[in-house]
């Protein structure tokens, strides 16, 4: 505490940032409020010895100096919806920085530009943008609950990534906190770390503050369908051409596939795919294009729906019909125990395949495949424009995800059984995946020494771990697969 103080901006009655111990009656209320995935909500999970929630960027920078001083790691938490729940559990002791009261949304429509604090969530940036214009977005994910800190940091995918990029690549400028306690922006950390923290995770190279986002434009009206197929209709068929031509739609439809277990209707079991689109224009615009270049699908005018866009992020969020776009400013959302893992896809995975893969949904499972295709947009956008190297050739991203209700009651097992299979068809040397999608089971095989993981790693992983030598050369902040310090 005299820590913080001495090395506040506020005048010492108020240290800009709020402090939880473990003996502080909010604490587990605190910890929890944003654990999005209840397998780390247990009480043998590790908690902080302090929780800190900054009220002003100088309270991040007060904490970031005197966490190094005091030995202590940080954690910096945004939306806490990581997968593995590494913004708020460490095995060493450690301070979790809380970015909740971070969260202003400055939209500039003049501009078409947002200011967003990273302790926002996606449904108030959408929010924000919508207050101000029916005819601006934010290209990025379809939960609004997630926090605008690691999801931007790690790339950002949703309905709008085909016509305009990830979240990621419509960022204009950031702020962040460095290991020394520096608050720098676009011109003064440089173009290399602002290259690293558009794709290769925030949380090994310091705490974003804000973003500054380009918003895009979409039309007034646009059209959302999910049309259900199951097996019995031809759903392997629809899915195997949908590999072939989703990718190459025109860059204002988005269809994306979740597949799942489900009832024939007789009583039997059987995979049911949805055809979960965003369409720019309307229905009538729609049907002619589907029926084009996808008439199988047999998609009819009454499976759409014409709305603004930001109740097509109600649609896509899931919330029941008639809504207000108010609900976007909740930032709960039904929570689970899950684990998801993630693949990319450049060559069709044949039918064979495909109904090889059917059959591990007819094990007792809640699991969900989500393919969401690319192209378009992220065709265009070269490979090393930021660490997100999954661009021309890349057909569509898969992630696998099962959750289960009961903490005793684990489903992982039928994950790695449908990863495991999935091998032969999805991205090698390396098999590739979604940072922002994290899997604490990658590289387990691999020795922890840093030559072999480089070997092992991502494409950009010796260029992300020499701008963390110039930026983090101690180390500070790490994590369970951070980017270690790698001078050449
Ligand atoms: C229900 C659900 C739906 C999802 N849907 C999508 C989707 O549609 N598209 C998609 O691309 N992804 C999706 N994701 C994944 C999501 O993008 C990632 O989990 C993302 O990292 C979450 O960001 P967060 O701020 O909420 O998480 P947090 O748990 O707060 O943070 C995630 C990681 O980023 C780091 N971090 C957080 N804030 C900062 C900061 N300010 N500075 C530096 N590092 C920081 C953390 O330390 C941690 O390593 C979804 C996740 C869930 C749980």
């Known amino acids: 505490m005299q820590c913080l103080y001495s090395h506040s901006a506020a005048p010492t009655s108020s240290i800009s940032v709020m402090v939880y111990t473990p003996e502080h009656p909010a604490y587990s209320s605190v910890l929890e409020s944003s654990i999005q995935n209840l397998r780390f909500n247990s009480s043998t999970t590790r908690g902080p010895r302090y929780i800190i929630t900054p009220l002003s960027e100088s309270g991040v920078k007060s904490t970031v100096i005197c966490a190094r001083r005091h030995k202590l790691q940080i954690r910096v938490r945004s939306g806490g919806h990581d997968y593995e729940g590494l913004s708020y559990i460490s095995f060493k002791p450690f301070v979790l920085i809380d970015l909740v009261h971070l969260r202003k949304v400055h939209v500039n429509v003049k501009d078409k530009t947002a200011w967003v604090e990273a302790g926002a969530n996606l449904g108030e940036v959408y929010y924000g943008i919508a207050n101000k214009s ?185 919330s029941p019909k008639g809504a207000s776009i108010d609900v976007l400013l909740n930032r709960t959302h039904p929570r689970s125990s899950f684990k998801a893992k993630s693949d990319f896809v450049k060559t069709p995975v044949p039918e064979v395949g495909l109904k090889r893969l059917w059959k591990k949904f007819f094990q007792n499972t809640t699991g969900m495949i989500i393919l969401d295709p690319y192209g378009g947009r992220m065709s265009k956008i070269s490979e090393s424009e930021t660490p997100f190297p999954h661009r021309n050739g890349t057909l569509y991203n898969i992630q696998y995800y099962i959750s289960w209700s009961s903490p005793n009651a ?68 790490r994590a369970e697969q951070s980017i270690p310090v790698f001078a050449s």
């Not at 991502?458 to 110039?470: D, S």
């Open 134 to 318: 029916n005819v601006l977005a934010f290209s990025a994910g379809v939960c609004p609950t997630i926090g605008v800190g690691g999801h931007i940091s790690g790339g950002g995918q949703g309905t709008l990534m085909r016509k305009y990029g990830l979240a990621a690549d419509n960022v204009l400028d950031a702020r962040i906190v460095t290991a020394k306690g520096k608050i720098l922006d676009r011109k003064s950390m440089g173009e290399n770390l602002f290259w690293a923290i558009r794709g290769g995770g925030g949380a090994s190279f310091g705490v974003i503050l804000s973003w500054k986002i380009k918003l895009v434009d979409v039309p007034p009206v646009v059209t959302v369908f999910t049309a259900r197929r199951t097996l019995e209709q031809g759903a392997t068929k629809l899915v195997h051409k949908w590999q072939k031509i989703a990718d190459k739609f025109p860059e204002d439809l988005f269809v994306r596939l979740l597949i799942m277990r489900a009832d024939n209707g007789q009583g039997r079991k059987t995979v049911q795919v949805l055809f979960n689109s965003l369409f720019l224009g309307t229905t009538k615009q729609l049907l002619p294009l589907m029926n084009g270049s996808f008439p199988e699908l047999g998609l009819k005018a009454e499976e759409c729906l014409e709305m603004s866009w930001i109740q097509s992020i109600l649609y896509f969020a899931q």
């Open 410 to 477: 684990s489903q992982a097992n039928w994950i790695s059984n449908v990863y495991n299979y999935m091998t032969p068809y999805v991205s090698k040397s390396p098999r590739s995946s979604y940072i922002n999608y994290k899997d604490l089971d990658l590289g387990k095989n691999v020795s922890a020494s840093y030559t072999n993981a480089i070997s092992w790693g991502t494409k950009y992983f010796q260029r992300l771990a020499k701008v963390k030598a110039t930026v983090d050369p101690q180390n500070f902040f």
